[in-house]
């Protein structure tokens, strides 16, 4: 582990990306939905020449733009800034392994920014032919860097058959990518599909003006479903084996699963049953429940996402802490201070003159000292003390043997969790440590 820990308290750090990235999902799948809603509504509205209706959608776009690419930009960065800081390892690995897949994305915004401006500054000046064009270079460049964002966020699920040895494309092409290129691109249009519905809701239209709107946007919801429903199984069935058992292993991972399916199952039949009612039904209040529902289905499927990918953060390649699964063997000879620098500082500004090679001949009480910083290094990425994972709830009902024996045998307590990674000595300082914290706790 070549880089220090970012510990936090109650929550972990790896909780914080969550934190940046589901706010930034979001707003991201409205952004890439909406460029092809929007280009589609202008486009039909120019063919029946209704006034009222161009200066409804004018104001769309103003929304639309100040909302996604403000928003959108800013919480892209913080993602950047969140996963630095968090998980500098997997960063590292992902930069490497996609050098020319982020350029690329980076092009795609780009495009997808201009477009955007061009969109809503050049209103009137562009002919509608050209107006329309522009809306879909948009809609096509977003879609673009969702499908290169979606094979990297992909492959850190199913690496597949990836090797250090073979480079960009296996690891792009994984077997996720396609279910979830689809499952994104639904979730897209049918975001946009419902956040649109809200706004048109909250316009003053005429109801004739309404329903014409509505009808269009519920065609593209249907869409983005059924693109949704198709993606969304495919995915269930090529998680791999050790995920599948997260979901219904973990209390939390497979309540949300149910709350996703039973969300999405909602959202059609109220589409359903609003594609065959006009714009009446579509009030601010229903439209508003309609969001909520896409952004619980959004917020629910990202979780899943991660919690799933357990123990790893690229599957078979780097553990949660940090480790690569090749390094494991190095971790069990030379031990898991003597390969973590940070750790040996931390341990050396708090025990001066400290010597790995003589942690087992330390009195009690530095011992536990050590056991903490082990903690910090090795487990604290899934487990705060209390709050997410609170390992002192944990422990506190378990006997010194128990702590002693999961400590031993950590994968085979929890599949979700890595193997241990040190040597004997540590272990028994970390065991100490934990006995001890149970013992605090009653
Ligand atoms: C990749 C994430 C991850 C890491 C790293 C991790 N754990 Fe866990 N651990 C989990 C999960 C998930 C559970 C299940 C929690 C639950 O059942 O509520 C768990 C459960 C446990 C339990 C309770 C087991 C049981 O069956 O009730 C103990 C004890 C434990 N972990 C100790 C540790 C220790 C010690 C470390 C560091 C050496 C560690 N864990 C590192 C994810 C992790």
Redesign the pocket.
Known sequence: MDYPVWYVPFVTAPMLIPAVAIPHVIVAQFAVGGGFLLADLVRRAYGTGNEALLACLRRLARFFVLLTLVFGAVTGVGIWWTIGLTSPETTSALIHTFVFGWASEWVAFLVELAAAFAFYALWDRLPPRQHVAVGWVYAIAAWVSLVLITGITAFMLTSGSWTPQRGFFTAFFNPSFVPQVLLRSGGSLALAALGIGLFVSLQALATAHKDLLIGWISRWALLGMGLLLAGGVWYLLVMPEHATL?LL???MLLIMLLLNLAVTLAVIVALAVGHAAGSAWLTPPSAFFLVLAGIVAITTGEFIREGAR??YRIENYI???GVRVAEVPQFHEQGFIARTPWLRAYLQARLPGFDPARLAALPAPQQETVGEG??RY??A???ALWGY?G?VP??LP?TPEL?AH??QH?HL??P???P??GNEAERQA?TAY?VQLGRRGR
């Open positions: 997260n292993r973990a209390p357990k123990p553990l949660a802490p082990i903690f090795h487990c990425s899934c487990h994972n390992m944990l422990v378990w702590v999961a400590t950590l307590t929890n979700a969790m890595p241990w990674l970390l934990l």
